[in-house]
């Protein structure tokens, strides 16, 4: 019996959903078009997070061993495109006007004033130890200090500045050192190989597991989830309007004076929104797996994390599904959850990490953020996504959205009962 009343309340909930074009296009529509939209338009942003290429302009008027070195070392990089048919003075304007952010300029005869110096002073150095056999080179006068030219965008970031600033002169003190210990194993006669010798200290980076993908999303895998929590949190819209509606049309009177108890009706509005979560995100990933290669963007990949996905995705809806439950059943008119609803859901959004990512947020909100429902799944989609845990590793987090939903819902049913009592 109970069955069959959870059952006439889950017909009765899409007989009331088939009735409101309005919410259905909210629903389903709106999400897929800002999935698309949104993602086209931050898919640069995320490439540059990544690390992308920038293009920058190199002018090589040395054209010789350092320059070369210099070149193929920026080249071999991960972070520059170089960009070789400029002059110095369009290379200048190009990026004083902000084409480009920065230019390196190779001065000429880098390479022969730098060996003219380091055999100065190897020369004084060998000269000092009793070797007088080329003691009149080193009394030669040392070549001036050349300059490499940096040309930086007045926009560009202090930050970016110094890291080109430091990676330039990293290159070129690993130069010179090795061309230091070429000068003194010609001097002294050595066979040994002093260029081959290795970095006492280096770096090692250490991930979680071997093979697995940053923890930087790209901007499919931050657009997708996030806008799918978006339209599963927009649920609350047509949700707490349909139980406005029935308390202005009696439906709830009639609902409280049947035998059927009060927390049924709930469930029925429960598993009616939790398949439409449901086809909200399959209409997602769809979109992320098919339509995104076609517009030149990043694939969405779910392969044998399917899943873990759904089941963020019911318990997301549960959250989502008791906000609307609670806000229903405290506002009074249409016009009070209409807007009510669609702004705390924007707000939850913007705070959740929905529109700008937590990891661009400023300290401080990225506190905030922590006691948004829309932030607790976002990060347990990232987890599955990105660091590819199982149920166990993001339990937490459905663990805060199930007592979400279970908090908003106790706080609803008292609220009507008390409300009834009066």
């Known amino acids: 019996m109970l069955l ?10 899409i007989l009331l959903l088939k009735r409101d074009i309005g919410g259905i296009v909210i629903i389903f529509v709106m999400p897929l078009l800002l999935i698309v939209t949104i993602t086209l338009i931050q898919d640069s942003t995320f490439k540059n997070l ?18 070369k070195n ?7 990089s991960k972070t520059f495109q170089l960009l070789t048919n400029f002059n110095e003075k369009s290379a200048q304007g190009a990026v004083f006007s902000g084409d480009y952010q920065m230019a390196i300029v190779i001065p000429q005869n880098l390479t022969k004033d730098l060996n003219s110096n380091i055999d100065s002073k190897v020369q004084t150095i060998v000269s000092s130890f009793g070797l007088e056999s080329d003691s009149a080179k080193a009394k030669t006068e040392a070549p001036k200090a050349k300059e490499i030219h940096l040309y930086f965008d007045p926009a560009t970031n202090a930050g970016f500045k110094n890291s080109v600033m430091n990676s ?6 690993e130069i010179e050192n090795k061309k230091i210990y070429k000068a003194f194993q010609d001097q002294l006669g050595t ?12 770096f090692k980076e250490i991930t979680p597991k071997k093979g697995e993908m940053d923890v930087m999303p790209n901007s499919v895998q931050h657009n997708v989830p996030a806008w799918t929590l978006f339209a599963i949190f927009f649920i609350v819209v047509p949700l707490s309007i349909n139980l406005v509606k029935e308390k202005s049309q009696g439906t709830s009177v009639r609902a409280r004076i049947s035998p059927t108890p009060y927390f049924v009706h709930i469930l029925g ?13 399959l209409l997602m990933v769809a979109v992320g797996i098919y339509l995104f290669p076609y517009m030149d963007l990043p694939a969405f990949d779910v392969s044998g994390k399917m899943f873990q996905l759904i089941i963020v995705t019911l318990f997301a809806g549960l ?15 249409q016009e009070q959850s209409a807007p009510f609803g669609a702004t705390s859901v924007v707000v939850l959004a913007a705070v959740g990490g929905i529109w700008v990512p937590v990891f661009l947020m400023p300290e401080f ?58």
């Open 269 to 281: 509005k429960t598993f009616t929104y939790l398949i439409i979560c449901i086809i909200q995100f």
């Open 319 to 333: 959250a989502a599904i008791g906000f609307g439950v609670l806000l229903g059943t405290i506002a009074d008119t």
């Open 4 to 13: 069959y009343k959870l059952w006439r309340s889950f017909i009765k909930e």
């Open 365 to 422: 909100m990225q506190t905030v953020a922590k006691f948004s429902p829309m932030n607790w799944g976002l990060n347990a989609y990232y987890d599955i996504i990105l660091r590819n845990s199982g149920i166990g590793g993001i339990s937490r987090e459905l663990a805060f959205l199930f007592l979400f939903y279970i908090a908003t819902v106790s706080i609803s049913i008292f609220y009507e009962k008390k409300q009834n009592a009066v």
């Open 191 to 202: 066979t040994e190989n002093l260029d081959e010798n290795k970095n006492l200290i280096s």
């Open 168 to 173: 330039v002169n990293k290159m070129v003190f």
């Open 50 to 67: 990544e690390g992308s290429k920038i293009p920058i302009i190199f002018i090589d008027n040395d054209k010789s061993e350092v320059s």
């Open 70 to 76: 210099i070149k193929s070392e920026l080249e071999n």
